[in-house]
């Protein structure tokens, strides 16, 4: 089994380190038989090119087979693998050259990665010492695999015959490995044991890739900047992961740069490159520009490109232009998938769409004859309870196929804090609770909040201790601006950053304009048991403020300012933001933890629906 691969030690050790090599010569064999030098076009043509070299008593010879077993290793033809193994087991004294060109067909689209490492066994076995070009095959099987324990022992036998110093192409490989496996800290180390004469751009690129996998964003954007200061131009799945990294962090500026870099070194730009421009705007608040790209690409939007634009409509809450969306994608014949009926849905319920959504789920199901799923029916939880039916929609849990989730019963449990409905809301957190590792301290304190706004301030005490007594820790709350392309985060009082003075006195100037304007701090949804003074000290330095504060203070009038925040959108953030886009005019861009809010002249894109 490859479950239990332990390699067995070569036969031959390198004595001395081997320098790189050049390209792969696999990359050169020609995909044609050893009589004709006309390409092979099927498998038909091979077994006639194979048949001659029968007759001419060729059949055994790797030199006269290798071009028909890299024609059908690397074929896409049904059996052509099949036939690539029974060529080789023909072969007398097959050379590494044959191992790596059967590996590589098993690991060419992810056909079998498992017999690639078994094959590599048989290699070792047989007495054939493994050469420059074995490693970057293995390994990608391994990554297939995720088969961590069988890569690292690769890596040990790679350094033993000295195939890991100076060769750049089993380096690299070993930085993909470990990224594709989710250890990017082990992919780091690989990368920081190069030299720095070795690292190429496809290097950089494994390492990007290895953070955009494991969620590490902020480590993405600051190696993305390492790779262009020391002078490597970034390549397109380099760019790829920046735009990534620039969509989850709302890193505006940066990803505009890559955007920039993109028309500058690229002819035309791919599908897979727009879409994920089309990405990064809508998650940067900048759904003008995602709008842009995507009707630009006339004849070339995909099922991805319509997922993509949708669900950053529904982020920015504009659920008619989403459902028009879809619409166009329907009648340019593209068939919707399950990814592209969540965002759709989740449209519907940002903007309070009902009937709509309600129409687009039994269209489906019945119409499209697409199996709901855990998230559609979260999502339709979501679409009746912010509307206010809640016992409709605690009904549709209990019919769920799948079984009640946590997703819909903490939508539940969201809407009963905008509906005001403790009994409900308490028993959704039951529900939760239930459920084992579904509840969060998050679901603790919305019902405490809710028992706070009531004043029952023993209840709300007593879920925040039992929160903790269950070792549920809250994550804290943040917020952050883009700033000449870095980002800056504050926590609620935060006194922290460089420019604390600077910040605290541009809040008191904020807030002393709004009171000409007959601004009040609404603390009602502050969950203390204190007077209201200490209430109105609370929310003075709440993050977002903050981060408002060091925004308008940084960047240059008439520009937006960009405030990205984990927490959900409070009333007393949103009247404020309101406001500061009014007297200061300027547009206040606003991601939260569920959606974006744009406000501009004192109005909110959100139509005070969230």
């Not at 693998?81 to 060109?101: H, K, Q």
């Not at 730009?269 to 520009?289: P, Q, R």
Request: aromatic fraction near 8%; charged fraction near 25%; glycine fraction near 8%.
């Amino acid at each position: 089994m490859v479950g239990g691969l332990v390699l067995p030690q070569p036969q031959h050790q390198a004595a001395t380190p081997r320098t790189a090599a050049p390209a792969p010569a696999l990359e050169q064999a020609p995909c044609c038989a050893t009589v004709s030098a006309r390409p092979v076009r099927g498998l038909d043509e091979v077994r006639k090119a194979h048949a001659r070299n029968v007759k001419l008593g060729l059949d055994r010879s790797p030199p006269h087979l290798r071009p028909l077993l890299a024609a059908c290793a690397l074929g896409e033809w049904p059996g052509s693998m099949e036939y690539a193994a029974a060529i080789f087991a023909t072969l007398d004294e097959p050379e590494a050259f044959d191992y790596n060109t059967l590996m590589r067909g098993h690991v060419v689209g992810g056909r079998d990665p498992a017999a690639a490492l078994r094959l590599y066994v048989d290699m070792l076995n047989d007495g054939v010492e493994p050469d420059g070009y074995t490693f970057p095959f293995v390994l990608k099987a391994c990554a297939q695999l995720a088969a961590l324990r069988q890569g690292r022992q690769l890596q040990g036998h790679a350094v033993k015959l000295g195939f890991l110093e100076h060769d750049e192409h089993a380096q690299n490989s070993l930085i993909s490995f470990y990224g594709k496996c989710g250890e990017p800290e082990l992919a780091r180390r690989a990368f920081e044991q190069m030299e720095a004469g070795e690292r190429t751009a496809a290097s950089w690129s494994a390492l990007l890739a290895a953070y955009t996998k494991a969620g590490r964003w902020a480590d993405c954007l600051e190696s993305f900047g390492a790779m262009a200061r020391n002078g490597w131009r970034p390549d397109e799945s380099s760019m790829v992961s920046a735009l990534s990294a620039c969509a989850h962090l709302g890193a505006y500026d940066v990803g505009r740069s890559v955007h920039c870099a993109l028309l500058r070194n690229t002819m035309t730009l791919n599908t897979f490159m727009e879409t994920s421009l089309v990405d990064m705007y809508a998650k940067c608040g900048c759904i003008e520009k995602a709008t842009a790209v995507f009707d630009s690409m006339d004849g070339k939007k995909n099922e991805w490109t319509y997922s993509a634009m949708v669900s950053g409509l529904a982020l920015h809450g504009d659920g008619r232009k989403a459902l028009q969306v879809f619409d166009a994608m329907i009648r340019e014949g593209h068939q919707p998938d399950e990814a592209v009926y969540v965002g759709v849905l989740n449209a519907c319920s940002r903007s309070g769409l009902l009937e709509e959504g309600l129409r687009c789920f039994d269209r489906m199901r019945l119409e499209r004859k697409v199996a709901p799923n855990a998230q559609h029916y979260g999502c339709m939880v979501d679409l009746m309870a912010r509307a206010g039916r809640l016992d409709e929609a605690r009904a549709l849990i209990g019919s769920m196929p799948t079984g009640p989730t946590d997703t819909a019963w903490r939508s539940l449990l969201n809407a009963c804090r905008i509906h005001g409905d403790i009994e409900l809301a308490e028993r959704a957190l039951r529900e939760l609770a239930r459920l084992g590792g579904a509840v969060n301290a998050g679901d603790y304190i919305i019902l405490a909040d809710m028992h706070a706004r009531a004043e029952n301030w023993d209840e709300a005490a007593a879920l925040r201790t039992e929160a903790v007594e269950r070792g549920l820790a809250q994550a804290p709350g943040f917020s952050a601006v883009e700033v000449h392309g870095e980002m800056h985060r504050f926590t609620s009082q935060d006194r922290s950053h460089r420019r604390t003075a600077d910040i605290y006195e541009m809040l008191h100037q904020m807030e002393w304009q709004l009171r000409f304007e007959g601004y009040k701090p609404d603390t009602s949804e502050v969950a203390l048991d204190a007077d209201d003074e200490e209430k109105r000290s609370a929310v003075a330095a709440h993050s977002q403020k903050l981060a408002l504060a060091f925004g308008l203070l940084s960047t240059p009038e008439g520009t937006p300012v960009r405030v990205v925040t984990n927490l959900r959108m409070s009333k007393e953030c949103h009247a404020y933001s309101a406001l500061i886009s009014e007297i200061f005019g300027r547009e206040v861009v606003v991601r939260d933890r569920n959606r974006f809010h744009r406000f501009r002249r004192g109005t909110c894109s959100c139509g005070n629906y969230w």
